[in-house]
């Protein structure tokens, strides 16, 4: 028997772009959850280090997670809000954001503003990493 197609994959695989809410805090401060809309689009290029795939884990569950780095298998991808790095087979890989929504907002992925917050975001992370270890203790204390 066959795995059941979300209306999300069918849509996504169809080559229409495709607008969706974003559900979650993993991509915080970026993407706010149920408030944020992305566009995806279906991933037909191999995807770069900043780039947003949407893909599908093996329990069901639809990711949007920041590529960091690649390699010939797979993307290995973090939240924004995250500190662990997930191995993603390239063949989970479903979508990719080409534009998000904030409000009335509306940019493009390749937009230089949001080119520079990917380039910052990620050039902080080992102060981001700190701070978030940091928290957890102090919460344990």
Known sequence: MSEPVSPL?????????????????SMEPLLHDRSTRVVIRRADLPLRPG??????????????HRVIRTDANFYYTRGDNRTGLEPVPKDWVLGVVTHIYRGRRRFAVTHPLYRAYVALWGAIYPLRWAAYKCRGRWRSL
């Open 51 to 64: 780039d947003l795939p949407l893909y599908r884990r093996p329990d069901g569950r639809f990711v949007l």
């Open 9 to 25: 994959m069918r849509e996504v695989l169809s080559g229409r772009p495709v607008v969706s809410l974003t559900v979650g805090d």
